[in-house]
C-alpha cells in the first residue's frame, strides 16, 4: 500500500488522490497538518532523496527562510525545518516499499503505481 503525504487542500494533492482513486491503487493519505511529520520520518526520506528534490523551493515557506537555513548542506537542519514548516516538501510525497517519490507526473505514477 502507498502511504501519500500532502496537504488536502494543495492543488497538486488533490489531482493526485482523484487519479489514485480513479485507478484504484490502494493507499493511506497523510495530511501533514492533521498529523504533523517526526523528524524521523523526514530522516528516512532524506536517506532515499537528496534534499535539493525534496524541498519545494517555489513555494513561500523557502523564500522566507534565512541564505543560511537555504543552503541544504545539513540533512538534520533540513529535517527540523520540514517538521516545523511542512509545507516546504514537495507534494505529494509517496512511499512505496523502500521508494519515495515527490511529485506528481501521471506517466510516471502509471509506470510505478498500476
Known sequence: ???V????????????????DKNEVDYEFIDVREQPLQKETVNGWLQ????ESLVNKRSTSWR???DQQKSLEDSNTVAELIVEQ???FKRPL???????????NEKLW?????
Open 110 to 114: 502509471s509506470e510505478r503505481y498500476l
Open 64 to 66: 522566507d527562510l534565512s
Open 86 to 88: 511542512p509545507t516546504l
Open 1 to 3: 500500500m502507498l502511504r
Open 94 to 104: 509517496v512511499e512505496s516499499g523502500q521508494a519515495v517519490h515527490c511529485g506528481f
Open 5 to 20: 503525504y500532502g496537504i488536502k487542500n494543495c492543488d497538486t494533492v488533490k489531482k493526485s488522490l482523484k487519479w489514485l
Open 48 to 51: 532515499k532523496l537528496p534534499a
